[in-house]
């Protein structure tokens, strides 16, 4: 992300400085100039994807278990 609030990787960032020959560059998208140090860093915790389908199974198989289990 930079400055002007336009998100990019820092790799492609990178190579746009590195393209431009210079320590400061534009945004690709609106312009404004920036810098390496002004690059950020943007990381998510934690990603998840909620699949209900294998929610649902894996309870089912649950309820099969405890069955199986009091049969013996």
């Known amino acids: 992300c ?5 998100v990019y990787g820092r790799s492609c960032l990178e190579k746009w400085l590195a393209q431009c020959g210079k320590k400061s560059a534009t945004c690709p998208q609106c312009g404004k100039m920036f810098r390496q140090k002004n690059i950020i860093n943007l990381y998510a915790p934690e990603i998840v994807v909620p699949n209900n389908d294998l929610e649902k199974q894996v309870l089912s198989l649950r309820d099969k278990n405890e069955f199986l289990e009091n049969q013996v």
């Open 2 to 6: 930079i400055p002007c609030g336009h």
